[in-house]
């Protein structure tokens, strides 16, 4: 079944405590992106990733680091998360552009920072 | 910064009434995209308009992008308790170069049975 993984999906941490969420996609894409979403807000976007070893900053980029080693996965890392990171995380990936093609998500990971 | 906004935030018909959601953005578009998120879970694609003016048609659901390709709207006829959820649009700068994609604040739908 083609789909996007993410883990973990809740996930309740403390200030300063490094993190990992990964993402996975079994979809061949080439394009990845990560978004939070806030109340009001809408979804915005953190990183996004057009290739392997291809990575760019979105809306949202401070606090947050990306890497992509390889096609299939785009983990997101907080190296110092704070309470202002409490968010729904959501990763997503797209056969092209993200701006011209079909974007996949994630089921969300659910994130609270103490 | 650039910015998309979506009116109305929430919106609560009967089950039977229509549904509009607009989608207005502070810069020109190269394109839209429509996606549906039902509570609890994750955005869903519905549809990507391209050309100026183009109008698409989903069963109950009607999508217009507008001539500037600015705006866009979504109408659903006859709402039915399976359209509850939120609904964005999302659109790429047209003057950029990279993949931002820039999502509404989104509209929240509610349906009374």
């Known amino acids: 079944e083609a789909q996007v993984t993410q883990n973990p999906r809740y996930l309740i941490t403390v200030t300063g405590k490094k993190l990992t969420v990964t993402c996975s996609q079994n979809m061949n894409h080439e394009y990845m992106s990560w978004y939070r979403q806030d109340p009001g807000l809408g979804l915005r976007q953190i990183y996004y990733?057009?290739?392997?070893?291809?990575?760019d900053k979105g809306d949202v980029p401070e606090g947050y680091k990306v890497s992509r080693k390889e096609k299939r996965n785009f983990p997101l890392i907080l190296e110092s998360p704070s309470p202002n990171q409490t968010s729904l995380y959501f990763c997503?990936?797209?056969?092209?552009?993200?701006?011209?093609?079909?974007?996949?998500f994630g089921p969300g990971t659910r994130l609270t920072v103490l | 910064g650039q910015q998309v906004m979506q009116i109305p935030q929430y919106q609560h018909v009967q089950e039977g009434e229509d549904f509009t959601t607009y989608c207005n953005s502070s810069t020109t578009l190269s394109n839209i995209q429509w996606y549906k998120q039902r509570p609890g879970g994750h955005p869903v694609f519905l549809i990507q308009l391209v050309k100026s003016g183009e109008v698409k048609k989903q069963k109950r659901l009607t999508f217009q992008f507008g001539e500037a390709k600015k705006n866009s709207s979504l109408h659903i006829t006859a709402t039915q308790t399976t359209d509850v959820g939120t609904y964005f649009c999302?659109?790429?700068?047209?003057?950029?170069?990279?993949?931002?994609?820039?999502f509404g604040t989104g509209t929240r739908l509610q349906v009374f049975p």
């Open positions: 999302a659109g790429r700068p047209y003057t950029e170069d990279t993949d931002k994609l820039i």
């Open positions: 997503a990936s797209s056969l092209g552009l993200a701006g011209a093609n079909e974007q996949f």
């Open positions: 990733s057009m290739n392997v070893e291809v990575t």
